[in-house]
């Protein structure tokens, strides 16, 4: 994250309809993409001021289009609803012109509220598959045509892999016999995944990055509030929003976790989560409903090979502390790939019994 002084971030917030006062700023470094502020007046926390990271998301304009059309429809009484704060030009965002260009916006802040990387509580889990499916069922009246993809092919199966294969081609030998096992590991599930299909299912406008800290949640009661970082928001099936939530829910380790032991598929949270999916009533097809063990396994699996494509082409995507870094990621998100897999016939058992009757 880039340093900005209290000064520079005031001046950027006079941009925006705000009271115009002496604001103070609080870093957050959570997210891996996006500098991020929590903004204070005095010591009320009342906005969130974020730098949009333009070079990943290309389509600012689109991405902002998006989240707006999105927070028209994020309200509910079991969905606390974020507002963003126009700029004074009245648009959604503002681009300053100094040097290079950079996209700013700001959105209010949810006071009380708290996120979780990870959790062994039950309670947790359930409400964070209530908010996901009332995220979903609250957007299923969007029209998706008016939502662009900020990240085009996100997570299309067949350009990973043609990215993993353009690595291997490339690859220095000492990389690809470091990384054998896990290239022997992709290469077993991208068969494996070969058979499944997406058609015939419904395309919906979903978040594509439902990973646990991407919800909030009430610090005092652990009641789910509402999904944050809206920026991957697209068309796309419910089975990816499904397979991200499982694979940092049920597992209680971190993604990057190098003792594969501590990796869990916990069944108790499993079933929880399923649970919060229900409570809201129906709304997932039964072709969707029979897809959700495949997102299980697609989401990790996804996740991970971009990780090894990463590691083999130099780290030059992901952030990275030391050199095995992306492939240490990956063997954590292979190794809960392999759990799904193994208990792929549970879940299927699980999901018709919780939601085929819903």
């Given at each position: 994250m880039k340093t900005y002084s209290n000064n520079e971030l005031n001046r950027l917030l006079v941009n925006f309809d705000v009271a115009e006062k002496k604001y103070s700023f609080t870093p957050l470094t959570d997210g891996f993409i996006n500098d991020t502020f929590l903004v204070f007046d005095d010591n009320d926390p009342l906005f969130i001021l974020q730098r949009i990271n333009h070079k990943v998301?290309?389509?600012?304009?689109g991405l902002m289009?998006?989240?707006?059309?999105?927070?028209?429809?994020?309200?509910?009484?079991?969905?606390?609803?974020?507002?963003?704060?126009?700029?004074?030009?009245?648009?959604?965002?503002?681009?300053?012109?100094?040097?290079?260009?950079?996209?700013?916006?700001v959105m209010t802040y949810i006071d009380g509220s708290t996120a979780y990387n990870t959790t062994e509580n039950q309670k947790v889990a359930f409400e964070a598959g209530k908010i996901i499916a009332k995220f979903n069922i609250l957007l299923q009246a969007a029209n998706t045509?008016?939502?662009?993809?900020?990240?085009?092919?996100?997570?299309?199966?067949?350009?990973r892999a043609n990215q993993f294969e353009a690595a291997l081609q490339t690859a220095p030998d000492e990389k690809l016999d470091i990384a054998k096992g896990a290239?022997?590991?992709?290469?077993?599930?991208?068969?494996?995944?070969?058979?499944?299909?997406?058609?015939?299912?419904?395309v919906r406008v979903c978040h594509n990055d439902t990973k646990l800290n991407n919800i909030l949640f009430s610090k005092d009661t652990k009641k789910a509030l509402c999904l944050i970082d809206l920026d991957t928001l697209m068309r796309g099936y419910f089975l990816?929003?499904?397979?991200?939530?499982?694979?940092?829910?049920?597992?209680?380790?971190p993604e990057d976790e190098k003792e594969h032991e501590k990796i869990t598929f916990d069944k108790n949270l499993f079933e929880a989560f399923v649970d919060g999916l229900g409570a809201n009533g129906?709304?997932?097809?039964?072709?969707?409903?029979?897809?959700?063990?495949?997102?299980?396994?697609?989401?990790?699996?996804?996740?991970?090979?971009?990780?090894?494509?990463?590691?083999?082409?130099?780290?030059?995507y992901y952030k990275v502390a030391y050199e095995n870094q992306n492939l240490d990621r990956c063997l954590s998100l292979f190794d809960f790939t392999q759990k799904a897999?193994?208990?792929?016939?549970?879940?299927?058992?699980?999901?018709?019994?919780k939601l085929g009757d819903v």
């Open positions: 998301f290309t389509d600012v304009e289009n998006n989240v707006r059309r999105a927070f028209e429809y994020l309200h509910d009484t079991e969905y606390r609803a974020i507002t963003l704060v126009k700029a004074r030009t009245g648009e959604s965002y503002y681009s300053q012109q100094n040097g290079e260009s950079t996209f700013w916006r045509e008016d939502y662009v993809d900020t990240i085009p092919r996100f997570h299309d199966l067949e350009l290239v022997k590991f992709a290469n077993e599930v991208l068969k494996k995944l070969s058979a499944f299909t997406l058609s015939n299912l419904p990816y929003d499904f397979g991200d939530a499982v694979r940092t829910i049920v597992n209680t380790a129906p709304f997932l097809s039964p072709k969707e409903i029979d897809t959700l063990p495949w997102g299980a396994v697609l989401m990790p699996f996804l996740h991970g090979i971009r990780a090894l494509t990463d590691y083999l082409n130099g780290n030059i897999l193994n208990n792929f016939n549970y879940m299927e058992e699980v999901i018709w019994e």
